[in-house]
């Protein structure tokens, strides 16, 4: 059961390790928690095969999925609540006024058989709104809402009694979400693109500053320094084509600025998604193109990866085969882009778009998802976390 | 030994799991979590808890991974041996004990803290590998091993500013700290200020957790923020009264110092203010 676990999240591609497993495995032997709490259980895994904030949502999801159904018998799901149940609590607890309000909604079998059917409509967690049951709402159903005739779901919830998994909250799906927005200045995005290409840790011989100290010191005192090289590699994608072009430019003229500051920098372009190819000159792209294999055999993992383009597009254009819309491609573009992020740790999306939109369009949600929430906007502050994030 | 939280310190379920697995199999713990939600006071409250000694190691930019473990003065032996010191006759007169070895050598189980280590080098976490897991390292000056007499309870804190290699991740326990709800909130306010008034709180996390809501601030508020400003607020025995203020003119709440630590910011929340005013009295 735990190797098939184990074995799932190898597959969502989390960075677990048998060193891991093992130490999760001499802690439930050690009855660090007690073994039939699954929650416990969550909790040491968690602990224990997670080591970067940025997978616990991952880590969640892969955990909801493979241990679907064992949860504690008192984790009862909100379906499972039986309706006599809810009747009697209500005879109980609901003033003589608000009883009234019931009958007022058509009684309470009606109110019940509302609940039932939106319960079957809604397979989501939900929150605000007027109609569907969640949190802070005015439907008459969920908890938290405003309406004095609602059912009240989980409002109140002991312990051992949660409606909702803790696993299943997904409370770290937003982790690192706040970007800001600020002007768009191409000097200071430069001068941001620069301290980024010149950091080194490595160390030199700090010739000046030894001989001045040893004459200071009277023996022989080496100094060293931070040897400030270029060593930064940097691959470059740009999604050429369509509305996307006058912010390539303005993206291309900014790293070509910056260009001296690498080690290496390469480009390439693509459309919309990145698929099993991509081209430098976008007047032959149809004849000179170069294969994306070629591209990940040729460049060592230790590049670092910019996307440019707005990830806006179908989202059949990402997930499925034959999505592109200019040729068919054999696997989708999601299989392209995550091979590209396996081989290279250190990769970002810069999408030109304002931040406040991204939520609204599918296919950025779902390239936002594959980059793990490494998409940033085409912004001073965007670039500056940009950096930030490739540097680590 | 287990670590249960203490009168001082409220641990949500899911850090007292990850704290007790790293003290029963004894290994390293990483917390991480935004600043102010007490990830180096966690290693002070497992200290205290536990009753035992705290060693606190703060890392700088600067900090090699060998001054931890010990430093070896060869410019005062050098002096020395010029002015004829018999001191010099013995090495080990200059060597001078890092944290680590202090905290192997303690009597009992100690608990050391090794407080913000992303700020060092990169190579620094690596440099300790062997030292963490083995808990034991060689002094080449006198040549002796130093190993551990009780394996000392490591916690590391983070601020995420560089990724930790994979290698020292692996022999570690995680644990992100994340930002406490309001009912854990509450939970911790009541253990700082057990007498603090209930209207006060209610209409002053209303406050705080909106601020925390407000797109685009840069610095969002914290846990300690929170604290310190609750103090002022109790300190000047501001009314709940006017806390709920709607008059347009105090948008702003009072003692926002506090919580606020930038002028962007500020003038951000005041523009935002105005604005949901300004719609409140129209709705009105």
């Known amino acids: 059961m735990f190797i098939n676990f184990f074995f799932d999240l190898k597959q969502a591609s989390l960075p677990v390790s048998l060193k891991e497993y093992l130490m999760l495995m001499e802690a439930m032997n050690k009855r660090v928690v007690d073994s039939f709490n699954v929650n416990d259980f969550y909790y040491l895994s968690r602990s224990a095969l997670v080591k970067d904030e940025r997978y616990l949502d991952k880590f969640d999801r892969v955990f909801g999925h493979s241990f679907k159904g064992l949860e504690n018998p008192e984790g009862e799901t909100i379906k499972e609540i039986p309706e006599e149940w809810l009747k009697l609590m209500g005879q109980k607890y609901l003033t003589d006024e608000e009883k009234k309000m019931i009958e007022s909604l058509g009684g309470w079998d009606k109110l019940m058989e509302t609940l039932k059917q939106r319960l079957e409509e809604q397979k989501k967690r939900h929150q605000g709104g007027s109609k569907w049951i969640g949190t802070g709402g005015t439907s008459p159903f969920g908890a938290y809402g405003y309406n004095p005739e609602g059912i009240r779901i989980g409002q109140k919830e002991g312990k051992n009694k949660k409606a909702v998994k803790v696993w299943d909250k997904r409370e770290f799906s937003n982790l690192d979400g706040d970007v800001e927005l600020g002007t768009r200045n191409i000097k200071i995005a430069l001068r941001r693109l620069r301290k980024f290409a010149r950091e080194g840790a490595e160390t030199e011989l700090d010739l000046d500053n030894t001989i001045k100290s040893t004459a200071h010191k009277g023996y022989i005192d080496v100094k060293m320094m931070p040897e400030r090289r270029n060593k930064i590699k940097v691959l470059l994608f740009f999604d050429v084509g369509g509305s996307m072009d006058a912010h390539v430019k303005i993206c291309e003229e900014l790293f070509s600025a910056a260009r001296t500051e690498f080690k290496h920098m390469e480009y390439f372009y693509y459309h919309n998604c990145l698929y099993d190819a991509v081209w430098k000159d976008n007047n032959r792209r149809y004849n000179d193109n170069i294969k994306t294999w070629d591209v990940l055999h040729t460049y060592p993992s230790d590049y670092k990866v910019i996307f440019v383009g707005d990830a806006e597009m179908s989202p059949y254009e990402i997930t499925y085969p034959g999505g592109s819309v200019e040729f068919w491609n054999e696997e989708s573009g999601e299989t392209w882009l995550t091979r590209m992020l396996n081989v290279y740790e250190n990769a970002i999306w810069l999408n030109p778009i304002p931040e406040r939109y991204w939520d609204r369009i599918a296919s950025t949600s779902i390239i936002k998802q594959i980059f793990s929430d490494r998409m940033f906007p085409l912004t001073i502050e965007g670039i500056d976390q940009a950096m930030r994030e490739l540097n680590k | ?284």
């Open chain 2, 1 to 284: 030994m287990k670590f249960e939280g203490t009168s001082s310190y409220i641990a949500t379920e899911d850090l007292k799991v990850a704290v007790n697995a790293a003290i029963t199999l004894e290994r390293p713990i990483i917390v991480k979590g935004e600043p102010g939600t007490g990830k180096t006071m966690l290693a002070h409250e497992v200290a205290k808890s536990l009753d035992a000694e705290i060693i606190t190691w703060h890392i700088k930019s600067t900090t090699k991974a060998q001054q931890g473990l010990y430093e070896y003065d060869a410019v005062t032996r050098l002096r020395d041996s010029q002015l004829g010191d018999e001191k010099v006759k013995d090495i080990k007169n200059y060597i001078s004990k890092g944290k680590l070895w202090n905290a192997f050598e303690s009597d009992k189980r100690p608990v050391l803290l090794i407080d913000e280590i992303d700020k060092a080098d990169i190579e620094f976490p690596n440099d300790l590998l062997l030292e963490l897991d083995k808990m034991e390292f060689f002094v080449y000056e006198t040549g002796e091993t130093i190993k551990a007499q009780n394996r000392p309870i490591v916690i590391i804190t983070s601020n995420n500013e560089k990724e930790l290699p994979d290698a020292f991740l692996r022999r570690c326990f995680f644990h992100y700290i994340k930002f406490p709800d309001p009912n854990t909130m509450e939970e911790i306010v009541e253990v700082h200020y057990p007498d603090i008034k209930k209207d006060l709180i209610q209409e002053a996390f209303k406050i705080f957790y909106d601020i925390r809501e407000v797109p685009g601030i840069k610095k969002k508020p914290s846990t300690s923020e929170l604290i310190d400003w609750l103090k002022l607020l109790m300190t000047d025995d501001v009314d709940a009264k006017i806390l709920r203020e709607k008059d347009p003119k105090k948008l702003i709440p009072p003692l926002h110092g506090a919580l606020l630590k930038n002028e962007q910011d500020v003038h951000l929340f005041e523009r935002l203010a105005f604005i949901s005013r300004r719609e409140n009295e129209n709705v009105e």
